[in-house]
């Protein structure tokens, strides 16, 4: 007999919300027993023939003692949506599952934090530190002890060099490079192919090969009224 799989609520029901559906089915030891949104978003009252609820009620349905939860959003608003879940989540009481494809390699000294997905072909080196909330798409390198910060998300084939730190709530684009030693700052948003060569300060743009930052904050670019440095 199988062993018995541990009990597991996505909290999205987009097309993360169906891709982490696939993954964790196919490649973890959870079961995915319900998908859940915020009342507001509840347009549909199924997802792969499993129930759609509404996240104000959740715990209701699903207890806390009973199922983990995993908050399978993107970087929508530069990440505040999927930590604002995360921490509403938590007070609710759930445990946040974290997800490691079985084809990633992850040194075994590496940390990694609640609710995040590390897709395939990701390499995680010696003493890396990743935060919670922290999603890296396929392809990634993340160079010996580098930190990534909380609610971070990583688009495919990042090359993060060795003793490197990453803010929380960045967004790095497709192919986006740093070299060793590089402290990036929270909130930064580095487009597509963006060569890191120096620090970067919280809240900018940065893009070109060296990457220099744009006129436009982060906040402007994701609509953050409020939160310019």
Known sequence: MSPKKKKLVIIGAGEFAEIAYEYFTYDSDYEVHAFSVERDYLD????????????????????????????????????????????????????????????????????????????????????????????????????????????????????????????????LGVNSTFVDRVRVGKDCLIGAGAVVTRDTESGKIYTGNPAVPSKVSSYMYFGLRGEEQ
């Open 44 to 171: 549909k009252p199924q997802l792969f023939n499993l129930p759609v609820t509404a996240f104000e009620e959740i715990e209701q349905l699903y207890s806390n003692k009973e199922y983990d939860a995993f908050v399978a959003v993107t970087s929508t608003r530069l990440n505040r949506v999927r930590a604002r879940l995360f921490e509403n989540a938590r007070k609710k009481g759930y445990s946040l599952a974290t997800y490691i494809s079985s084809k990633a390699f992850v040194w075994r000294n590496v940390k990694i934090g609640d609710n995040c997905f590390i897709f395939e072909s990701n390499v995680i080196q010696h003493n890396v530190e990743i935060g919670n909330n922290v999603v890296m798409w396929s392809g990634n390198h993340i160079g010996h002890r580098s930190k990534v910060g909380d609610n971070c998300f990583f688009s495919s084939h990042v090359v993060v060099s060795g003793y490197c730190e990453i803010g929380d709530s960045s967004f």
